[in-house]
């Protein structure tokens, strides 16, 4: 389900498979950042905490207890390390429904790192899924988009909004 958490989202690092930079979420960026929700059990979160932080492909029953533990962490005090590198940093910006939502991120916020902007494909991506989620005409995506630190100042407007027809075109 579409949800707006608090804060923004930011490119930064390098991606290795996108090339460029990778979104991350910043609770303390103004704003409000849009997001998607997946209700799923502790098992296949710990299996997206896993993909995300490039762990070896393997059974991740192992990881279960830390990343629960984690979790709870995260609940309770809005924030829990599940290590040192990206997507590894846990935030609980609220709950919808009475069921707390998390996600990961990098360990640092947007000020503290030099943002990067992302690859044409990755931000096409990401226009295709704020369309497909929150239902919203290409020209607020743009304008969504171009905003972001990491896309501002390094895509100019209208190339972001030409990005944005062609990826709705195509996808």
């Given amino acids: 389900m579409p949800v707006s958490l608090p804060g923004g ?4 690092g390098e991606s290795g498979a996108w090339t460029g930079g990778m979104a991350f979420y910043d609770p303390h960026l103004p704003g409000e950042a849009a997001a998607r929700a997946y209700l799923v059990t502790l098992e296949q979160f ?4 896993a993909q995300e932080m490039y762990r070896p492909p393997a059974d991740t029953t192992e990881l279960i207890p830390a990343t629960g533990a984690a979790i709870d962490a995260a609940v309770a005090d809005g924030r829990a390390t599940l290590g040192p590198g990206r997507y590894e940093t846990l935030i609980c910006p609220g709950s919808r429904d009475g069921v707390p939502m998390l996600t990961f991120t990098a360990p640092e916020g947007a000020s503290a790192v030099p943002c990067r902007p992302p690859a044409p494909v ?4 990401i226009a295709r899924g704020l369309r497909e989620s929150h239902g919203w005409p290409a020209e607020r995506i743009a304008t969504y988009l171009a905003a972001r630190p990491g ?10 909004a030409a990005l944005v027809d062609k990826a709705l075109a195509a996808g």
Wanted: aromatic share 18%; no cysteine; proline share 9%.
């Fill in 9 to 12: 989202i930011y490119f930064a």
């Fill in 151 to 160: 896309v501002a100042g390094a895509w100019p407007p209208d190339a972001v």
């Fill in 122 to 125: 990755y931000l096409g991506m």
């Fill in 46 to 49: 710990t299996d997206i905490a």
